[in-house]
């Protein structure tokens, strides 16, 4: 093989530095930034940098992943300062002459490292009922127009990897807040013409806590990997409230 | 190191695995027993909601179909390897199945006339193969997505108990022989690095799948077979563990699935001069022949040298003549796929896409009421299985796309529904004292080890050598190069250190441990593979090329002996099982 | 680390109508105040001489019509209410005890209280009379 052609074929490999938060409970020490050298690909994302530390120089750095490829919201985190999932974040996407800073999302108390205590963020999910309640009792299938199937599409795309959630500077404060997610979750019922249930819903999100800490700043929309419109689901539960119903 | 901390809890059914299949079984019983739901993930970071094209049922809602139809094509799909019984109940209980789901709240896509709308997927065909059906309902090409979140809505409903981040890594069984019987399994506690016993009278297995033993692969992470390696371990048999199945269209290189979906509405694969080849391979269905006919013939396309890309080392998937809302409406994730990770835009351009391992097609021999075989035909009582951990075998050789959704459908449910029924009239087996002392010796050995071999090396030796010798195309040399290999790994495995030896979230440990898990299940494939001297489905014989319907229409059946071994392999004891057959005599199956 | 340290206590259901009352208020008073603080600027400081033609003629000449001393206490009201209720979120917000909350919060509402009474008080009881020039300038002061 000749070199031109041999060059064709290569993936281009370059170096990169990352300052990784780190954070042990069992240390007794605060936490604090920790620099890696990596040699990543053109191809490769923030979680195979990631990856690459653990199984060759780190093995005690500590995150959650599975699928790899931003369907299951295992590994959100803010990544320059920005929430995203690792593995949906091309590092070539990144300004590679800098460092890339890699910390937990805010918000949750930190657990080890990139891991986070999501149970707030959960019961926050649970507590808007996030299930169909219908009472009828067909035999078949409901019927739904595609209109109205249309009508909640964009929030039935949430994955809870929390991105919006802790990218929220009302989260942020007290984590009192119900939070975006658990907002578009309420959406996706609210919204289903098949549900009997929006009022219920509609009176928890009418809550000291509920929609209006909302302050519009478009954080979570920003944040969120699966690209729902979540201010704007936000918007829309607030006019339903103010409307008395969906 | 402080001894572990071990916690003591009673249930009447316990659920190992909180995907589609755990959920669905969750759902049937937790309201009539006492329930735990025990997973490793968050229950929706499960690998079900990787799922995009559908699932399928013979609703007709499109156009006619009939359960008939459905099974015959699920049993040639199979290549004939699938228990017959087992497939008249998938799909006969599909519809069911895709009712009770919209009952529940998924968001189906939607017919002008407000039903549920289907459409072709693989191998899915009408009247015995005259032409492609529309049979796959679907959300979008997030179905698996909506099907996970819409069980975990359920469950929260329902109040369902679980314990999430905990790894099942044992299962107690008691007495000896055909009086052996599940006691409890036993977790790990990621957040804590506790132990906890959950004694139940019935235990549901639905582990999922153990992609990771391959390099190229459409599963997750943490795919690394710990369920079925309990199984394995306990003596238990492992039914057809050398069928695996590749998906055709894995993202070039990175193994990340783009839907068959994405043949379903139009798309086409071509070769570097742009030819159709799949035309010569399945003249009647071409794009849309079954799974494993596909993925060789893409393999083989490389294989001649007509591979497109700088190196010829893929083929391309053509959606570019699809009008792009066509593409935005049906298709959107796994455009975004080609997008995010390839740059690559699919309006204009094709995606370069290579078979990438998806699904086992293999795995916890059970009967169609999920009850788990302890050999051909003895159950053991209490212990069930279900989705892609379990065999039933409804997908024989080769799986149908689509069909998967709806397995951890149908025999979740069925797995829920008879584990409540045992728990009812059963009595809880007493928990030994020492439940949890194999797995106490299984964490503190490798927590305790101070060899010099790394973890993640030794894994990527085992993906390298099962991608190059046990992937689509396998020979009796590849093979036993692939075993010696599994063999060297054992040894170094023993010689490994981890790192990390806290007991909070200690990943580290954990990921040494599902190594263990994974060198099992490979080396179990790999010698299953062996001794199958045809080719059939998924398991393609270079050196047999053709099915041997005489001596293989059999299912295999390995289980671990205690047996000393010379060679590697020979402490697998390999015996086989035949093939529940009701109405469909083996054919040739041409598409 | 900036996170909150230890798992929050269970959010406490308030049903607080007043909440959603509170941001509707937000979002009509601050249309209106667009309007009259606009009004109030272009009078004031734009028209005629600008700034320099504000001293106590100018507001008694105002306030000497009802139009404007209605104009006038609407956009005290409005703005003191509107402003208060966003420091009361802010405090909301980043007081992280209940006490040091209350305190800031009843202090917020004292203070606007009192300067809505205040300046209602000014607007509608105001005397132009009480000035010299004005007295004699004026009509009614003459009587």
């Known amino acids: 093989m000749s070199a031109e052609t041999k060059k064709i074929g290569e993936i281009p490999s370059f170096k990169v530095t990352l300052f990784v938060r780190r954070f042990n409970p069992e240390d007794g020490q605060d936490a604090r930034w920790q620099d890696f050298d990596v040699e990543v690909f053109g191809t490769d994302r923030v979680l195979d940098a990631l990856h690459k530390i653990k199984w060759e120089q780190d093995g005690s750095l500590t995150f959650r992943r599975s699928c790899a490829h931003g369907v299951c919201g295992s590994d959100a985190m803010r990544i320059n300062g920005r929430n995203r999932l690792a593995c949906k974040t091309l590092i070539k996407d990144l300004d590679i002459t800098q460092p890339i800073y890699v910390e937990p999302i805010k918000g949750l108390a930190v657990e080890k490292d990139l891991v986070v205590d999501m149970n707030p963020f959960y019961q926050a999910y649970r507590d808007v009922k996030p299930f169909l309640i219908a009472s009828d009792k067909p035999e078949k299938e409901r019927l739904q127009s595609a209109e109205d199937r249309e009508r909640f599409d964009d929030t039935t795309k949430c994955i809870l990897c929390a991105a919006c959630t802790t990218s929220c500077p009302v989260f942020w404060t007290d984590g009192q807040y119900f939070g975006p997610a658990a907002i578009v979750n309420a959406h996706r019922f609210i919204f289903d013409s098949r549900d009997e249930a929006a009022e219920v819903r509609l009176e928890i999100l009418n809550d000291k806590e509920g929609v209006w800490r909302c302050r519009t700043t478009f954080n979570c929309t920003e944040a969120c990997p699966r690209g729902i419109q979540v201010t704007k689901a936000i918007a829309e539960v607030k006019q339903a409230i103010l409307r008395g119903r969906a | ?591 | ?143």
């Open chain 3, 1 to 143: 680390m900036v996170t909150i340290e230890t798992p929050r206590s269970p959010r406490s259901r308030k049903h607080a109508q007043w909440e959603k009352w509170g941001w509707l208020y937000m979002r009509y008073s601050g249309a209106v105040l667009l309007i009259l603080i606009f009004g109030h600027i272009v009078i004031n400081l734009l028209s005629g001489e600008g700034i320099k033609q504000i001293d106590f003629a100018f507001v008694a000449g105002k306030w000497a019509s009802p139009f404007w001393q209605v104009y006038d206490v609407l956009m005290l009201w409005l703005a003191l209410i509107h402003g208060t209720n966003g420091m009361r979120t802010i405090v909301n917000d980043y007081t992280e005890r209940e006490t040091v909350r209350k305190a800031l919060n009843y202090t917020l509402w004292i203070v606007c209280g009192l300067l809505i009474v205040l300046g209602t008080l000014v607007c509608v009881t105001f005397d132009p009379c009480i000035d010299q020039a004005m007295r004699a300038s004026l009509e009614v002061c003459k009587g």
């Open chain 2, 1 to 591: 190191m402080t001894k572990p901390r071990i916690h003591n809890y009673t249930y009447d059914v316990v659920i190992v695995g909180a995907g589609g299949a755990g959920m669905r079984a969750a759902i049937e019983a937790g309201p009539h027993a006492k329930t735990a739901v025990i997973s490793k993930l968050f229950p929706t970071r499960s690998h079900t909601g990787a799922a995009q094209g559908g699932m399928a049922a013979a609703l007709a809602n499109v156009e006619e179909d009939s359960w008939e139809w459905h099974t015959f094509d699920t049993v040639k799909g199979g290549d004939y390897l699938v228990d017959q019984d087992a497939a008249e109940i998938l799909a006969k209980e599909s519809v069911q199945a895709v009712i009770d789901l919209e009952n529940m709240g998924l968001p189906f896509n939607r017919t002008p006339d407000g039903k549920i709308d289907q459409r072709r997927f693989g191998g899915h065909t009408r009247d015995h193969g005259k032409a492609p059906v529309r049979r796959s309902c679907y959300a979008a090409d997030r179905t698996g997505h909506m099907i996970l979140q819409t069980l975990y809505q359920n469950c929260v409903k329902l109040g369902i108990e679980f314990y999430n981040e905990f790894y099942v890594l044992d299962l107690v069984m008691v007495g000896e022989g055909k009086k052996r019987r599940p006691s409890a399994v036993v977790a790990y506690e990621l957040a804590t690095g506790d132990l906890h016993v959950f004694q139940a009278k019935s235990i549901v297995f639905a582990t999922g799948g153990f992609g990771k033993i391959f390099k190229t692969t459409s599963n997750a992470h943490t795919l690394t077979g710990d369920g079925v390696g309990i199984i394995y371990r306990k003596g238990l048999p492992l039914e057809d563990m050398e069928f695996y199945q590749f998906h055709p269209t894995g993202l070039a290189g990175l193994g990340i699935l783009l839907s068959e979906a994405a043949r379903g509405e139009g798309g086409i694969l071509r070769n570097a001069s742009g030819e159709r080849f799949m035309e010569r391979y399945a003249p009647t269905i071409k794009d849309l022949a079954p799974r494993d006919m596909v993925a060789r013939a893409m393999a083989n396309e490389v294989r001649e040298g007509r591979g497109a890309g700088p190196n010829k080392d893929y083929v391309l998937l053509d959606l570019t003549h699809l009008p792009p809302e066509v593409i935005d409406a049906k298709l959107p994730d796994i455009t975004e796929f080609a997008r995010t990770y390839l740059g690559v835009e699919p309006y204009t351009e094709p995606v370069p896409v290579f078979p990438t391992a998806h699904y086992a097609m293999g795995g916890i021999p059970t009967n169609i009421k999920a009850e788990v075989l302890s050999d051909n035909k003895t159950v053991v009582p209490g212990l069930y299985a279900a989705g892609e951990c379990a065999c039933v075998s409804v997908h024989g050789a080769n799986r149908l796309g689509t069909n998967s959704l709806l397995d951890i459908n149908v025999f979740g449910k069925r797995a829920g529904i008879y584990a409540v029924e045992y728990a009812k009239t059963a009595q809880h087996v007493p928990v030994p004292a020492d439940a949890a002392s194999e797995v106490i010796a299984m964490i503190e050995k490798v927590r305790k080890a101070k060899g010099n071999e790394k973890v993640a090396v030794l894994r990527k030796e085992l993906q390298d050598t099962m991608d190059k010798n046990a992937q689509v195309y396998r020979t009796e040399d590849s093979l036993n190069e692939a075993l010696d290999k599994i063999a060297e790994l054992r040894a170094r495995y023993e010689n490994i250190s981890i790192q990390d030896k806290g007991e909070r979230f200690n990943t580290d440990l954990l990921e040494a441990i599902e190594l263990g898990f994974l060198l099992d299940l490979a080396e179990v494939l790999v010698v299953t593979a062996r001794e199958r001297r045809e080719s059939r489905g998924g398991h393609y014989r270079e050196d047999f090329e053709t099915r041997n319907d005489k001596k293989f229409m059999v299912h295999s059946m390995a289980y671990l002996t205690d047996k000393k071994v010379k060679k590697p392999g020979e402490n697998i004891k390999i015996d086989w099982k035949p093939v529940t057959i009701t109405n469909y005599q083996p054919m040739e199956r041409k598409y």
